[in-house]
Nanobody
């Protein structure tokens, strides 16, 4: 069973930066893609970014392109989400998730989820 633990959330002013981390454990196989999703109060959980196991491909929702960067260090079993130029509308609980294959934009692709980390951006 894969376990995922996020960290790095917090309170930041608009225009600031945060880096989220997602540490994985318990994998039986390698080759997991990692996705980041977020959920704001009263809204559906939405896709933010994803990265393949090799890091050769990355995917972003349009609203974060040019501001957020997803990366991974497989030696450390860790994926990252660097968030720059944060806006109040980025406020949400951010979740990391892992999957071996499938449509990386879709929540249903991911069987493994972390507990989430709160990101709050003040104006």
């Amino acid at each position: 069973q894969v376990q995922l633990v996020e960290s790095g959330g917090g309170l930041v002013q608009a225009g600031g930066s945060l880096r989220l981390s997602c540490v994985a454990s318990g994998r039986t196989f390698s080759s997991y893609a990692t996705g980041w999703f977020r959920q704001a109060p009263g809204k559906e959980r939405e896709f933010v970014a994803a990265i393949t196991w090799t890091g050769g491909a990355t995917y972003y929702v349009d609203s974060v392109k040019g501001r957020f960067t997803i990366s991974r260090d497989n030696a450390k079993n860790t994926a990252y989400l660097q968030m720059n130029s944060l806006k109040p509308e980025d406020t949400a609980v951010y979740y990391c998730a892992e999957a071996r294959s499938g449509n990386l934009y879709s929540r249903g692709t991911y069987p493994y989820w972390g507990q989430g980390t709160q990101v709050t951006v003040s104006s």
